[in-house]
């Protein structure tokens, strides 16, 4: 079976890139529209892609060094260098490190791809939002379609080529691995570029002068724009690349490690990943916007159809080919916990329920009265996502081994199951920023005002999609890390070392203590690379602003280019720490404080970053709308004091929701990943 | 090139300037390396107009053109009670401008607004400006400080706007503030409730009122009177300002 359904997911993958660069090609036959909207449009262009290159530039370095690393440490037969009988096998080392290379250049063109149509789809959409509603949504998302479609695609078909010439699912632990590394480098570094045009933008040109958001006065809006695409379209799609390639791996891995099951069910994440994609290319043809030109509703529509044909496709496949039903229960659960969380991030950041209404409400006490409110919520929010994902875990396990299936497995074939929609859900996500680049060209190029209003409506539903998806990507690597964390112990216990992880053993709590700590350190590592890059920026608006007063008289043309640049450089100086982190400690941990030291890092890591994740990414959407909800004309609109201390909120909640919070679950990934690379060596070589 | 004479109500100056009103307002709201700026209003005035108590043909003769050719942006020609003494025949359009530079321009209207049930709020824009409640409609309003006075406390001209008060006007106590962005709302809500159970016409809601404050609040436009008449600048309907007006509204909004 397991080659037919190989040969099922190479047809799929391709048939996923075949339709994105299809979709690729539709969007570029749109038309752009007035010259002034398309040379605002280059800016925004020019600027992502330079930005894209200087980081593509930084990385291969990066993965070249990594590379060179992993394919002499791979040479040796790891599984017999506790033996003393080591033995030299190149071919593995080469294997391995063509493998890691393979992910982080995979992932690498699902996010240009899905970058460069961005920034072509967003003056498309602009013009089209000139006519109707409909074609600016239909371009918008189908746009975004590219990225998810290429990434599904580019995912599936390297991991699929991997296994069919190697047979051995740990070698796809290289490519899951490359494409974590630039994940995470693409995740942190576009969420602190992202924000620090962003905050920038706002306390100078908003606070300060007074000019409206996507002023063209404001010498940082296109750095704001740009950072759109490199922080939402690029890092958010090599994140979900990252959480989708390592779900799999893990369960590969569980699958080829245990004795219960067949190589069948190694495969088996492979078969459900092509299930998927063929569920959200359907899905995807369901989201449109209906006659009362409502987007939202569209694209939950899509979702909710793809999720629903991808459960039926997964049973009728598990019934028909007699798979464990423990597959079809461990799915349902992974996709169950998946909408949870949504709904959880729904409920904290809508403006029509009490948490946003409340930190509005109280906005007008104050910005610290609005900050207190907000944390607490943002805190509470954590509850029903970890019970949600504690209840996946419970289920996941227990009706997997009802069925006969080994509980662990059922859990990564829960993350699994989640991720395999990501298809949709990331041309959901991609959709978001293209509307808001459209937005951004319609006020930059002077377009008329209903233009500006219907790129409102669309943006809108972009940011719902955006809080669902950073939701959802947080829960699949929460279930994913665990199948991974199993993973980790598997290898370790291969390698002959029996893994122990009791909390009466101090050298383990001290494990977990590090680990616990972690997260928080990144956090504050990514959130101040924020300030001391936007600090910088302020001044160089602000020096714009003083030098030439044209520019606020609209008589001169601010140098973006400043801004641009400025922003780009201080994102990449700023990853080194972070990914030094990443990469570093549990090395670090592992070959010092041993293998068990390092599995109780692991689990402190993923239980503290899946904590800060969730609540750093609800608290700042909740204070972005609650702001949003007192500029709709609430507790004293525009201008008054509530909505001063919303601002304030908001700004403090900015590198929360897009810098800090969605890098962690990356963050975790690639601990778990360089911890199960690792293992053997770990296992071999440790100090206590 | 043309020079301009202006009426500015923030502050309260009368102004040469070489440059059109669009221009002018723009130059005044965000300023020059001396780093003035903020909300600017101000008239334009009949480039004909004299006085005795100004010294406009002096002021006229400083107002040209730099070195570098640049026109003059401004010779101030008087700062101190200059609304009381330009009569309201001479003024032409009003312009009101946004912190950022937007500048709408406004034409006076022989009709006044149709006086409506409930409580006022005036914002008084020169040549003082506290914030004051009310029960009279702008017109009685005015002949109350300007003509008729039954205080001590009177004005030779003012120029002034009427802010909304949205429910508050007929419900002080139960009225949903909505987007009514005014501070101490609590405040706001006693004195308005004083109106509706005391005899008294006006209270003082805020002696030292910023002079700034947002346009969106403006509840249909703008007044100034002095002894020999009042005059109204009515402000476009917000369909319309949002409609033809866009980026004003946009900043105005802010």
Known sequence: MDKFWLYLSVGASILSIGVALYLFFWVKKQPEGSPKAKEVASWIRDGSRTYLKRLYRT?????????FLIAIVFSFDLSKISTSQVAVV??????????FILGALCSAVAGYLGMSVAVEANVRTATAANESINKAFRLSFYAGSVMGLAMVGLAVLGMSVIFLITKDAESILGFSFGASTLALLAKAGGGIYTKTADIAADLVGKVEVGIPEDDPRNPAVVADNVGDNVGDVAGMGADIFDSYVAAVVAVMILGASSSRLGLNYVVLPLIICSLGILASLIGIQFVRVGKNGKPGPALNRGTVITTIIFAIMVTAFVLITSVNLGVIWATITGLGAGVVIGITSDYFTSDDRKPVFRTAEVSHSGAAINIITGFSYGLASIVPSVIGIALATLLAYYLAEINGLAGIYGIGISAVGMLSISGMIVSADAYGPIVDNARGIAEMSGMDHHVIETTDVLDAAGNTAKAITKGFSISAAALTVLALFAAYAEVVTASGVQLNMSLREPI?????????????????????????????????????FRDRPGILAGTETPDYDACVDMAAKGSLSSLLWPALIAVGLPLLIGFVLG??????????????????????????????????YIEAGNFGGPGSDAHKASVVGDTVGDPFKDTAGPSLNTLITVMSLVASLFAPLIAAFHLF | MSVYLYLSLIPEA?????????????????????????????????????????????GLARCVPHEDGAPKASIYISVYRVLEHVPIAELGKLYVVTQDGRTLGLEHSEEFPV?????????????????????????????LIVRNPTSLVTLPAVAFTELRLGALATDPVLGQAGDLPYTNMDHLREVLLDLKTKSVATKMVDRINPTSFSYRTVKN????????????????????????????????NM
């Open chain 1, 595 to 628: 293998p068990n030291a390092l599995g109780g890092f692991l689990g402190g890591s993923i239980f503290s970053g899946v904590i800060f994740a969730l609540f750093m990414s609800n608290a700042g959407g909740l204070w972005d709308n609650a702001k949003k």
């Open chain 1, 90 to 99: 190149p071919i593995n080392g080469l294997m391995m490190s063509v493998s």
């Open chain 1, 508 to 544: 383990v709590v001290a494990g977990v203590f590090l680990g616990l700590m972690t997260p928080p350190l990144f956090s504050a590592l990514t959130m101040l690379s924020v300030t001391e890059n936007a600090f910088a920026m302020i001044e160089e608006i602000r020096r714009q």
């Open chain 2, 221 to 252: 436009g703008f007044y100034v009177g002095n002894e020999n008449g009042l005059r109204y600048y009515p402000m476009p309907s917000s369909e319309v300002l949002r409609t033809q007006h866009y980026r004003w509204w946009r900043s105005a």
């Open chain 2, 14 to 58: 009368l102004i040469a300037s070489m440059l059109s009103p669009e221009e002018f307002g723009v130059y005044y709201a965000v300023g020059s390396k001396k780093k003035s700026s903020g909300q600017a209003i101000f008239f334009q005035v009949n480039p004909e107009f004299r006085s005795k108590y100004f010294r406009i043909q002096e």
């Open chain 1, 59 to 67: 990385l291969i370095l990066v993965v070249l060094i990594l590379g």
């Open chain 2, 115 to 143: 006086n409506d049930a409930g409580l006022h709020l005036y914002k008084e824009i020169a040549p003082v400006t506290p914030l004051i409640a009310s029960r009279l409609n702008a017109a009685d309003f005015f002949d």
